[in-house]
């Protein structure tokens, strides 16, 4: 996509990454709720820099879509040194742009960054609908050690 940018966000691209986040749930059959906008601004301001976000925008400057992630900093323990990851929490891409390669731009700006600031790897949680795209940018299945608690 030519006519599109896609860069680090900022603390002052809070609303447009909460707007993106609001678009995500409303799609997933989600009730938009009074005041989610900014309680996720403030929120993802506050922890901007264990966040990792890059934003999509058109060259008019609108939001097209948006990968934020959790950075993990692992301690030191005697056998290792210290280590780092990333876990994505969520990728949006607008309805009106899905389907033309902005997904794997938006991941592939995640590795290329993941990789120069030393991550050690990236993990994430595919629903079946996007498994195909995480498959591509070259995810694969998870070490048969990691385990989940839900409840």
């Known amino acids: ?11 002052d691209d809070s609303l447009a990454v909460a707007a993106l ?5 409303i799609g997933l059959g989600h009730a938009p709720e009074p005041g989610f906008l900014d309680r996720y601004a403030v929120a993802w301001v506050a922890a901007l820099e264990r966040r990792p976000t890059w934003l999509a925008e058109a060259s008019d400057g609108r939001p097209l879509g948006a ?9 030191p323990r005697l056998g290792r040194g210290e280590t780092c990851w990333l876990h994505v929490s969520s990728l949006f891409v607008t309805v009106d742009v899905r389907g ?3 997904g794997e731009a938006l991941l592939g700006a995640v ?5 120069e600031q030393g991550v050690d790897w990236l993990q994430l949680n595919a629903v079946p609908e996007a498994r195909s795209l995480y ?5 694969t299945p998870a070490d048969p050690r990691l385990m989940g608690l839900r409840w």
């Open 1 to 11: 996509m030519d006519d599109v940018t896609i860069r680090p966000a900022g603390a």
């Open 67 to 75: 990968v934020v992630t959790a950075r993990v900093d692992k301690l």
């Open 100 to 102: 033309r390669g902005l």
């Open 21 to 25: 986040a609001l678009q995500m749930g």
């Open 111 to 115: 590795v290329g960054w993941a990789r």
């Open 135 to 139: 498959e591509r940018a070259g995810f």
